[in-house]
């Protein structure tokens, strides 16, 4: 693979207190002895804590006799433990820094320009392409949010710095008709005032990534950036100038990654969830930028490329062969982060909430889904840890990307290995030691909610983050309720995972389609059908533990009951109603939801206006 030469950069400032975690960088040569260091630290860390763990799972398996099946379940163990740590501590980093660094976000951007925005200075015409795209999407609601866009960068008088691509894949000709309805409306809106160009592809090669790519093709060159939209993406006209500023301010940036948040919604099952995610995420993102710096991770939206570098080294070649993992690159976003870092350009995250919004899937079905698309897309990586061209980090984001899925079955192997040996291996074998196994366990649980915790501990010592997020009490309850949610939730997905990972690997090829965005209710059948593998399990949990006491079995409770429960957990928390209802709850309160932003506003405005049309036409529909 082809490296792109290194160009120059500016310095960056640090205070007092961040003394302790950075250095003053002024040049390319500094900032690697920097990051150096850091990555030495954290990789010391992570090596330590596998080794501490790995030791204390050793002496709980077998300081009471040998088995087989206890060297099973200490080999998944491992495959499970490396994502655990690592996300353990980016979370105690980004704590510290939220917490002990004057400026956390310098922290992490330490080592190139932070690109200070003058909204009184004009952007050079037509500079970056807004790239919307969709396949068989609800174009009214894409429509909306692009109009909110719009209406808030004419707000700032920035749209000439500006044009607007929508980029079709769709194939259903319900939604083509309205699409081509939809955007004709919005082109005409804005015309004279901002380029506004939907195209539509008859065959959807390579998927988004060949989507991107064909954009690149044709009109890349006329443009320096593009930022990257998905169908529920919303930005903030000064996130975007934002974007555009950052990387006019560092000519060695290649991909700047916002944080995303999720829209405030009337889905139960999305409240609940996208809250701890806003917890877990902003520690956690911190923590990773800390020491991944200028190798950070782009997620294929709400992100901003520089257009000549990423046509020139980011263009994907689909996998060979004939397996379910061959084809076009699912997960392309990750493998573009890799081939920009490799061609000498920075790939960062910018980790400050607000102004970056997404759409979270509404209920467990088109959750699961989403997941296993990802799933699918990750362990396409397997094929790629052989090519050549990727630096040492890079190959280790993919390898980590491929453990984030890889753990699900381990996990299930585990919990089976250990019921096995506890059922049917000899007296003087078949013991755990209680004393260590204690120990391993409140490490273990400290380290799957650490990312959450670690911001939950940020939010409650500082009065304003508390009042944003509904006050002390309204935090405390919704965080008890998330966490008994996120137990309930686990085991449900590992065994989804488990058994995609499984057909994929026995054959079985998976086409996606569009994505559903809008709540509604499950009915029975459906959950039924979706979710009998999970009840099964659950099922069978409940029998194999009335054969103990529950002294003994206590800790497998969540194993098996949120398993055994999923049926009426996806119906119920699908229900509109519900969602609705605790959104006036105060529980699960998001700062957005407590003072909405002028951006958001806009949208909210917009949106309202596509209900009334919609309910407008519907009623005209009836009385024909």
Known sequence: MTKQSRVPEENARTSLVDQLLSTNIIDKHQENKRLFRRRLIFGGLVLTSLAVLTTIMSLTLFLNGFALSKVVMLLAFLVTLPWLVIG????????MLMRFSSNSTAQVYAGTPLGTLDLKKPLQNKQTALLSCVRNEDSPEVAAKLEAMLQDLDRLEKLNGFSLYILSDSNDLEHIRQEMREFSLLRARWQNRIEVLYRRREKNTGFKAGNVEDFCRNWGTRHEYAITLDADSFLSAESLCHLVSKM???????ILQTLVLGLSTNSFFTRVFQWGMRLGMRSYTLGAAWWQGSSGPYWGHN????????????????????????????????????????????????????????????????FIRRDLRWCHGNLQYFKLLREPGFKLLGRIQLGLAILMFAGSPAWLVFIAMAILTA????????????FYGTILIVAIMSMVFAPKLATLAHVLTVR???????????????????????????????????????????GRKTQWGGQERQPQGIPFILAVKKFWPQTLFGLCG???????????TWLLLPVILGPLLTIPFAMITSKPALGMY????????????????????????EQRRIELELAKANRAAATR
């Open 542 to 552: 409940v029998i194999w533990m009335m054969d103990y006491t529950f002294a003994d």
């Open 248 to 254: 006019n301010a560092n000519p060695r940036l290649g």
């Open 88 to 95: 353990f501590w980016h979370a105690v980093i980004g704590l």
């Open 423 to 434: 059922s049917f291996s000899a007296p003087e074998t078949m013991a755990f030691d209680q």
């Open 303 to 366: 992100a901003i490329f520089r257009v000549k570098p990423f046509t020139q080294f980011c263009m994907l070649e689909p996998l060979p062969g004939n397996d379910a993992l061959s084809g076009p690159i699912l997960s392309h976003d990750q493998v573009e982060a890799a081939m920009m870092a490799d061609a000498g350009y920075e790939v960062r995250v910018w980790p400050v909430e607000g102004g970056s919004y997404e759409e979270n899937p509404p209920h467990l079905i088109e």
């Open 464 to 506: 304003n983050e508390r009042r944003e997020y509904g006050g002390s009490f309204s935090v405390f309850v919704s965080a008890f309720f998330e966490l008994v949610y996120s137990m309930l939730l686990a085991p449900v997905m590992a065994i989804a995972h488990s058994i995609f990972i499984a057909q994929l690997f026995a």
């Open 582 to 605: 605790f959104k006036h709850s105060g529980l699960w309160v998001l700062p957005e939801e407590k003072k909405t932003p002028l951006e958001l506003q806009g949208l909210n405005k």
